[in-house]
């Protein structure tokens, strides 16, 4: 157990429909991490968000944003949903101290979403 | 994020030792190396991380020769457990974002 928290496990919903996806970090992380992985591809890195600011920007769509709270949650809302977002979506955390090196990165189990 | 290259797959029996290694020709001074595991539709897991020389766990050893140009994950007397993808990530985790490449698909016959 990573101590990253994702919900749903597991979605099914319609195109065109909006869902909203959740991370609960590690206790003590301050940076949430969102990846997309559909069959067979690598993880792609979508969004960054460090002590509730955004950070990094991956390839994320339009469609999609996120945001992490002040109690360090973070969620990935994906709307205008189509076949081809249905994939494994995963929420990661650091404890990113700016300017220490040797850091690590803790992955959830991850969110499937099915659009059909 | 330095570019890293990495075998696509590779096959090995039970028992043995399997080493799997990482290019990465324009790692920066300050740039960490770091592998990680993901088994089918489970999040990527932190298996070991190292600067230099050689770093050992419970579970694999890393051999990072004095160029740090590239690495080589060792995982000693693999089972069929062991059969995932291993990637391999160079930077400073938490200040650029963390970019996967293709992994190496890791296949253990019994």
């Known amino acids: 157990d990573s101590g990253v928290t994702q919900t749903p496990k597991h979605l099914i919903t319609a195109t065109g429909q909006r869902v909203t996806l959740r991370c609960s970090p590690r206790s003590g992380d301050l940076s949430v991490y969102w990846y997309q992985q559909s069959l067979d591809q690598g993880l792609q890195f979508l969004i960054q968000y460090y002590n509730g600011e955004e950070r990094a920007k991956g390839n994320i769509l339009e469609r999609f944003s996120a945001q992490q709270f002040p109690d360090l949650h973070s969620e990935l809302n994906l709307s205008s949903l189509e076949l081809g977002d249905s994939a494994l979506y995963f929420c990661?955390?650091?404890?990113?101290?700016?300017?220490?090196?040797?850091?690590?990165?803790?992955f959830g189990e991850g969110s499937w979403l099915t659009v059909v | 994020l330095a570019k890293t290259t990495q075998p696509i797959s590779m096959d090995s029996y039970e028992g043995q030792e399997v080493n799997i290694t990482c290019s990465h020709n324009n790692i920066a001074t300050n740039d960490y190396i770091t592998w990680y595991q993901q088994f089918p539709s489970q999040g990527p897991r932190f298996i070991i991380q190292g600067y230099k020389t050689k770093v050992t766990n419970e579970v694999a050893s890393l051999f990072i020769p004095a160029d740090r140009k590239s690495s080589t994950l060792s995982l000693p007397r693999v089972s069929l457990s062991d059969t995932a993808v291993y990637y391999c990530?160079?930077?400073?985790?938490?200040?650029?974002?963390?970019?996967f490449g293709k992994g190496t698909r890791l296949s253990v016959i019994a």
């Open positions: 990661a955390s650091s404890v990113d101290p700016v300017g220490i090196s040797g850091n690590t990165i803790y």
């Open positions: 990530l160079v930077g400073v985790i938490g200040n650029t974002p963390l970019v």
